[in-house]
């Protein structure tokens, strides 16, 4: 009897031991992806990096075909579209924030409304491509004749609209959240003085919550960078430097995300993949840059 | 500490508005006019509401022409730059002249109408973006509804200039491995989440949540190229089985940091009581810890997967496409999303018909996922 049940603890401990090795063990493969992806995408842009070098990133003629590679253009257009889009999104996205934060954050509307910018975030990025190739480049089109530029429909700054959309959630959610942890003391404090609702708005809530917003916006900012397929389908997908100021805002271009999706699969020597690899790394650089600054951003926001 | 922070710059700009008031306050300046003339004549018009004011815009403006002239600037970009100008002077000219406000009574009604013009202006713009969603959603709804019937969800997509046709092949294959790629990331991510919750001290608790930083902002074509070089180079082809692991890395963010959550904000006791019994570890975490937070982490996974499903990036080099029904794991394979973007970017309009017919299918899957989400988050109060 004694015997079976030290036995049975025994197995017991033995499953124990197991079970916290194989925690262990996943927490270690996380980090092994990690490490895994920067190798693979070291190993595989080498022979790109070994050949072109630092200069590869100003080089302005991308040309598969006469073996020249340069990133400006795509650069160019990744800064373009996502700084577009971020301009068009941040008064949006703060609005949400402070209407949903400050001005109604109970109630059924307020829990619609909630409702309704989360699900921006859950239509696939596909769809929003689809949609805008149909609908919104016929309008954009048209709008580009008013203004008389040539009317290409697609490029930059459609591609932009459409982002615009897509991040929004990302800055207003996290923005919600940080309006409402503002103390009530200092709100109640600024009401007790004499300021009015806009006065408190501005003079105590942002700045209390001015980091926390910048880093919100800068998580919108690194999904910005790396969307991939409703730019691709919007941008145009043409490797030039535009000329001026007005094409390269409304011209098609293409960024870096796009030139991946669009030529990895076409890639026929190793010099060209790995040029696409090497702008796939720069991405990656990028975008985790972003958004670990961001993140600790809003730890050091909450914890303090 | 940032009270403290926030109070001195509170009375700092108390301070400053009040010198302001009384420095200038010799003679009162109409708002309106302050407005309309900066509007008119940018820098000059704000020489009326305040006059260092107008000299440093003007002066700014002639910097922005010389320097333009000198590095041979385009005149659009020149009209940019002046056009900034141009918008602070109106908000210097504006708030100068509000300063100047001597009465009490118009400068409170002043101060309240700013208030509620503000807040219309919140109102507007937080509920006018909706509009974009409802737009999309109406639009693929009525597109979408009339393509789906059976003879849709049980066919392959017909060849060019053929009517009819279906998704069969897309349906199938975006099933098949997103139930394989949450095969894989739902242990893996809820192991993962338990072991964060569990030690969050530890340094590699510290690098593994890094990691799992790092991976939710990794951009998704990123995910294809990697595991292209990891799975579909040594096979040779692109296959289903790479696809599956993609999305798995997709996946596993959102399901390690939805049970890291929810097993953080369980009680202590809990645990407690079940080890003080003599319940081995594992079994409290199997059998106490993971029923619990059991409804949260349900909401991860299900949000998970709704992310998961209309991912195209990753499928692009791995899983590829198949314009036929296919259920082998080391052959290419269709999905949603991925048909979607094939007969989009076609040129034929039954193509374009098929492609409406898929996105309403993968937009009602997401849809749905996230409905039924919420309500099992409000259904177990779960805070994600």
């Known amino acids: ?304 | 500490m940032i009270i403290m922070d926030i109070a001195n710059q509170h009375n700092q700009q108390q301070t400053l508005s009040m010198r302001q008031t009384f420095n200038i306050a010799g003679k009162q300046k109409s708002v309106l006019v302050a407005f309309l003339l900066t509007l008119f004549f940018g820098p000059l018009g704000l020489i009326y509401a305040s006059v260092t004011g107008g000299i440093v815009m003007l002066l700014i403006g002639v910097a922005i022409i010389v320097i333009g002239k000198l590095l041979a600037a385009s005149i659009m970009s020149l009209a940019y730059g002046l056009a900034i100008v141009w918008i602070a002077c109106m908000i210097w000219g504006y708030n100068a002249a509000k300063q100047t406000i001597k009465n009490i009574e118009t400068r409170i009604t002043f101060r309240n109408s700013e208030s509620i013009l503000y807040k219309s202006l919140i109102v507007f713009l937080a509920f006018v973006i909706t509009l974009p969603l409802i737009i999309v959603l109406i639009y693929i709804i009525k597109q979408g509804v009339t393509q789906v019937n059976w003879h849709f969800l049980t066919h392959v997509p017909a060849p060019v200039g053929e009517a009819g046709g279906g998704i069969s092949n897309a349906l199938l294959g975006s099933f098949i491995m997103v139930l394989i790629a949450s095969v894989i990331a739902i242990p893996v991510g809820m192991l993962a989440g338990i072991y964060l919750s569990e030690n969050p001290k530890t340094r590699l608790a510290y690098y593994s949540g890094l990691c799992v930083d790092i991976l939710q902002g990794v951009p998704s074509i990123v995910v294809g190229i990697v595991v292209y070089f990891w799975i579909v180079k040594p096979l040779g082809t692109f296959s289903a089985l790479s696809g599956s692991v993609a999305l798995a890395i997709m996946m596993l963010p959102i399901v390690i940091r939805s049970t890291e959550q929810t097993l953080k904000m369980l009680p202590d006791s809990l645990k407690e009581a079940a080890l003080s019994l003599g319940v081995p570890y594992h079994r409290v975490i199997i059998k106490v810890i993971i029923p619990c937070g059991f409804a949260g982490i349900l909401s991860g996974i299900m949000l998970s997967i709704a992310r998961i499903i209309g991912e195209t990036a990753p499928l692009l080099f791995t899983a590829f496409g198949n314009p036929y029904v296919s259920t082998s794991l080391t052959k290419p394979m269709e999905s949603l999303p991925h048909l979607i973007f094939t007969y989009a970017t076609s040129p034929y309009d039954e193509w374009h018909n098929l492609a409406w017919g898929a996105s309403f299918m993968l937009l009602m899957f997401v849809l749905i996922l996230n409905i039924v989400t919420k309500v099992i988050t409000r259904k177990w109060k779960v805070q994600l």
Not at chain 1, 293 to 302: L, P, S, V
């Open chain 1, 1 to 304: 009897m004694e015997n079976k049940r030290l036995n049975l603890s025994n197995s017991q401990l033995k499953w124990e031991t197991i079970f916290k090795r194989i925690l262990i063990a996943m927490s270690v493969l996380l980090v092994m992806i990690i490490i895994g992806v920067l190798i693979t995408l070291i190993k595989e842009s080498w022979p790109s990096i070994k050949s072109l070098g630092i200069g590869f990133l100003w080089g302005k003629i991308w040309d598969p075909v006469q073996n020249i590679y340069g990133a400006y253009p795509f650069l160019l257009g990744t800064l373009l579209t996502s700084f577009i889009a971020l301009i068009i999104s941040v008064p949006f996205s703060y609005a949400i924030a402070i209407y949903l934060g400050e001005y109604n954050p109970k109630g059924w509307l307020s829990n619609l409304l909630k409702n309704t910018i989360e699900l921006i975030a859950a239509v696939p990025s596909i769809i929003y491509g689809f949609w805008g190739l149909f609908v919104l480049v016929p309008i954009i089109r048209t709008f580009e004749t008013k203004i008389h530029v040539a009317p290409y429909g697609i490029g930059i700054f459609t591609s932009s609209l459409i982002l615009a959309v897509m991040i929004i959630p990302y800055a207003a959610s996290l923005g919600i959240t940080l309006i409402r942890m503002v103390p009530s003391p200092l709100k109640e404090g600024a009401y007790a003085l004499g300021a009015t609702r806009f006065e408190v708005i501005r003079r105590v809530i942002m700045p209390y919550t001015r980091s926390g917003l910048f880093a919100g916006v800068l998580l919108s900012l690194g999904r910005a960078l790396g969307e991939t397929m409703a730019v691709t389908m919007l941008i145009g997908n043409t490797s030039a430097v535009a000329d001026s100021i007005k094409n390269a805002i409304f011209g098609p271009g293409n960024t870096m995300a796009s030139v991946i999706a669009n030529e990895f699969t076409e890639a026929d020597h190793t010099q060209y993949l790995s040029a696409l690899i090497e702008l796939g790394l720069v991405l990656f650089f990028v975008t985790v840059v972003i958004n670990l600054i961001g993140k600790r951003i809003i730890t050091r926001f909450t914890n303090s």
